[in-house]
């Protein structure tokens, strides 16, 4: 069965970058809307970012924009998200997944199959 897998995560200082990638050698990434989502801890999984199969649009929570960039790479199979400017309420983890439109990305999650997520911690 195929899978996503998110890696690059880490502990990061307040202020500090981090890269995420999400892959995968069984899914063709490319032919979907592809999401990044995050679950702090004891709250609910949200979403972060979204770019669309067509044309690479981006968008984005109230609470990373200007912070977060996600992009991708259909020649690599992969998508990114750029993390700048990390805050502690950042601490997460992070997983991506297919959606069937980033208009209303949170609600359209495809499959319903989940990675083991890349874990970022933003602490002093």
């Known amino acids: 069965q195929w899978q996503v897998v998110e890696s690059g995560g880490g502990l990061v200082q307040p202020g500090g970058s981090l890269r995420l990638s999400c892959a995968s050698s069984e899914f063709s990434l490319s032919n979907y809307d592809m999401a990044w989502f995050r679950q702090p801890p004891g709250k609910d999984r949200e979403g972060v970012s979204c770019?669309?199969?067509?044309?690479?649009?981006?968008s984005s929570a109230d609470s990373v924009k200007g912070r977060f960039t996600i992009s991708r790479d259909n020649a690599k199979n992969t998508v990114y998200l750029q993390m700048n400017s990390l805050k502690i309420e950042d601490t997460a983890g992070y997983y991506c997944?297919?959606?069937?439109?980033?208009?209303?990305?949170?609600?359209?999650?495809?499959?319903?199959?989940w990675g083991q997520g890349t874990q970022v911690t933003v602490s002093p």
């Open positions: 770019v669309t199969s067509s044309d690479g649009a981006a």
């Open positions: 997944a297919p959606v069937g439109t980033c208009r209303n990305y949170e609600h359209t999650v495809l499959f319903n199959r």
